[in-house]
């Protein structure tokens, strides 16, 4: 038997026509006309046509194929002919044809609803749709860290069990740890704080958790991180690199994956307007201002949830950042704007499209009384926060640093409509299994 031939490979390589492949993989679908069964194998790199003539490989086999499911593993050599019928051009005309895995009766057929698909999530992976999406979120995993390498960034490891709330009480996973109890981690933030004092550019990819009481197409309860914090960086230094990052992530996508994004019927020129830096900026009044002008109700001092976001969005045709909000809607860490201390020096970015918030991030106080305040301000019991108060207490230094969501980045580059399909597991209320 020959070497194992990629499915990509036998459809895109030179000089292969004519040859013998091997191949293996899935049955993508399956037909059997006359004596001959066609059958599509679908591997993760593309799927062919394989011919299994009865004459040559036996009645029995193709009585086989008839009535075998969806999704049973083969494996199948032969030579490779030219075949303008066949998807991709090619088929593979089978001299060998062997079973592995069967299947019977696959569950998915097309049609199904979407929380009996949820149900059958560890199957429906398999699907082309969900597959390509997974293709770019590991261009989007790779680039992230390529850019912080490149760039002289340390990666750290920070933990998931923590003790305490940074982004607020109410969206706490609260979990037995031996006889106290812990919280899982809503993000590395603070502990990305201690380590600059060390290694001064830090950065880590972890998963986060927030207990979201609403479901919404946005929010999981589980989900992927990508944090930077940096010693002597001023907000507006730690919005370049953001800008920068997220510029690279796009580039590389665009490099790698246009057959995803082809395939997921992607229209790529918003997502290249996004490689030209720097992105436009407004402050939170001008959004109000912004917001009020198109007649939705909303005053100064407000949050923005995701339906002020989306009106925000169609402003603009690239991400673009909203910096200064009131104190009130944000964290304890941020500082505070010296010229206005109403206002804190966060920034969000915000993609465009609808898609909202992708990247929260902001200046920190570096002040022991004014974090110590802001503690107490916000209801928290500074006692908690001890260990991160020390951190002001020892060569306190002015630092920035921000939180990219990863899916919320995927489902903008790919132009998907719910975020539970940028993660193969997604977790949100009401959803532990599988
Ligand atoms: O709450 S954030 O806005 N900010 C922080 O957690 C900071 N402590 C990060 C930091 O400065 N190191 O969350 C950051 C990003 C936000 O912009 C979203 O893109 C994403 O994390 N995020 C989420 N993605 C998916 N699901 C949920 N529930 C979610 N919450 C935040």
Redesign the pocket.
Known sequence: MSEWVSISRVLKAEGIVGGRVCIRGWIYRRSVVGGKAFVRVRDSTGVIQVVVDKNRLGTGLVKRLKDIGLEASVKACGVVVEQPRAPGGREVVADYFEIVGDSRDFPIKGGEGIDYLLDKRHLWIRSRRLTEIMKVKHTVLKAGREYFIRNGWWEVTPPILTASA???GA?LFPVKYFDKTAYLS?????Y?EALIYSLEKVWSLTT?F?A?KSRTR??????W?L???AAWYHMEDMMRVVEELVSYIVRRVLEENMEQLEFLKRDTRILENALETPYPRIRYDEAIEILQGKGVSIEWGDDLGADEERVLTMEFDKPFFITHFPKEIK?F?MKLDKDDPRLALGF??LAPEGYG??????EREEDLEKLRDRIIEQGYDPRDYEWYLDLRRYGSVPHS?????????VMWITGIDH?RDAIPFPR?RGRIYP
């Open positions: 940074v982004e607020g969206t809503q993000s590395a933030q603070l990305l986060s927030r979201e946005r929010h999981l309860a589980e989900y991180h944090e930077a914090e964290s860490y969000d970015l918030e992708v990247v929260g991030g902001s640093g921000f939180g990219l969501g990863v899916e919320r980045l975020i949100f």
